[in-house]
């Protein structure tokens, strides 16, 4: 016989432990509040932030840019502004940018037509538009500034540079690096498109222009330094190879006194006359107002192939570039060397035996300028 409980007794047990309270806490502590337990839960996905849209009235009415100008830093001075030509359409790349050292940014002027104002910047910052573009079929990478990218977009006031008076222009800076490794002609491609409700067709327009390049890229080296290192003044001293050959110059003048020996370096044979030729290159006094820290004269050996005798502009241009390696070796030699000072600015013999005319372009500030250029935009050489 089977016996069973009652439930009635259990039941009550049950709800008696529900309904029980809380044990009380020790003297002088607090009771620990109840806590409800919660299973972990997955986490929410982040909502996609609300697409910018453009009011469809306003994006109806959006027509493409035109270019206003294209203008650069003049890179053989890096201070006068060039600006390309427009004859009847047809846009000119402006003789200033004929060179093969190239300015760092190139910048192209767009001009509104019956596209708000007010707009540009968030077309720039991607607010309610999308934009790309293209220069001779490759797509450019829009970056935050020049130094990301291959170009980046900012505005202008009107009144310069193409853009009209009382208007505010889009400005697309392209680096020289993308603009000078396409081809000439250049040809921009750009397009926008308002940004619109999923499952409408997006609102494109197109714009662009193409700019001529009327003659074939100059080497700069070969334009504007090269008959410098050909003058009497830079060559005759190169041809001083030997001590015999320095002897043989002066005519006797120098004796026992005055030494000419050869001395090795680690980039050669140097001639040196100890200090004891050309006074005012010894002093340093060539430039009045500028100090120069190699001021001994001396000559390089024929060892070291600078004899610029009967030598091309592409053989003189990369031995310069070998044996001056950096930006740094070059200026260091062509801004503190008395002796090219002595040959560009000067031109004085010593013991009163007269003044030789000095190389091109005849003072010593253009000529570091002129060699500046050259140096900080990569020493190009002719091809």
Request: charged residues 20%; proline residues 10%; glycine residues 8%.
């Amino acid at each position: 016989m089977r016996v069973f409980l009652p439930a009635l007794p259990w039941l009550a047990l049950i709800v008696a432990g529900l309904c029980w309270p809380a044990l009380a806490a020790p003297p002088g502590e607090p009771a620990e509040p109840r806590r409800p337990i919660r299973l972990p839960s997955p986490a929410a996905e982040p909502k996609p932030a609300p697409e910018v849209l453009l009011a469809p009235e306003l994006a109806k009415t959006l027509l493409a840019f035109q270019l206003g100008g294209v203008w650069f830093i003049d890179p053989r001075n890096s201070k006068d502004v060039a600006q390309a030509s427009n004859h009847t359409g047809k846009w000119q790349w402006p003789p200033a940018g004929g060179y093969d050292i190239h300015p760092k940014l190139v910048h192209l002027v767009w001009d509104p037509v019956r596209f708000p104002q007010d707009e540009i910047a968030k077309l720039i910052a991607s607010s309610g538009y999308w934009m790309r573009f293209k220069l001779n079929g490759k797509t450019l990478a829009q970056g935050p500034n020049a130094s990301s990218g291959d170009f980046h977009a900012g505005t202008m006031q009107g009144g310069q540079y193409g853009c009209p008076q009382g208007t505010t222009c889009m400005v697309t800076s392209v680096l020289a690096a993308p603009w000078f490794s396409a081809a000439a002609p250049w040809t921009v491609d750009a397009t926008f498109a308002a940004k619109v409700k999923k499952g409408e067709e997006p609102l494109e327009r197109k714009f662009g222009a193409v700019i001529h390049r009327p003659m074939p890229e100059m080497s700069y080296f070969k334009t504007h330094l090269f008959q410098i290192f050909q003058h009497d003044r830079c060559k005759t001293c190169h041809t001083l190879g030997t001590a015999a050959a320095v002897q043989e110059r002066h005519g006797g003048i120098i004796g026992q006194e005055i030494s000419s020996t050869p001395a090795t370096t680690a980039e050669g044979t140097t001639i040196s006359c100890n200090s004891g030729c050309h006074w005012d290159v010894a002093l340093g006094q060539v430039v009045p107002g500028v100090e120069f820290h190699d001021v001994e004269w001396k000559s390089p050996g024929f060892d070291l192939g600078l004899d610029w005798r009967n030598k091309t502009p592409q053989y003189i241009c990369q031995k310069v570039n070998a044996t001056l390696p950096t930006p740094q070796a070059k200026k260091k030699h062509f801004h503190e060397d008395a002796r090219i000072a002595w040959a560009v600015h000067s031109g004085k013999l010593p013991l009163g035996r007269g003044t030789l005319p000095v190389a091109g372009p005849g003072d010593y500030f253009e000529f570091v300028q002129r060699v500046d250029a050259w140096i900080d935009h990569g020493s190009p050489c002719p091809k």
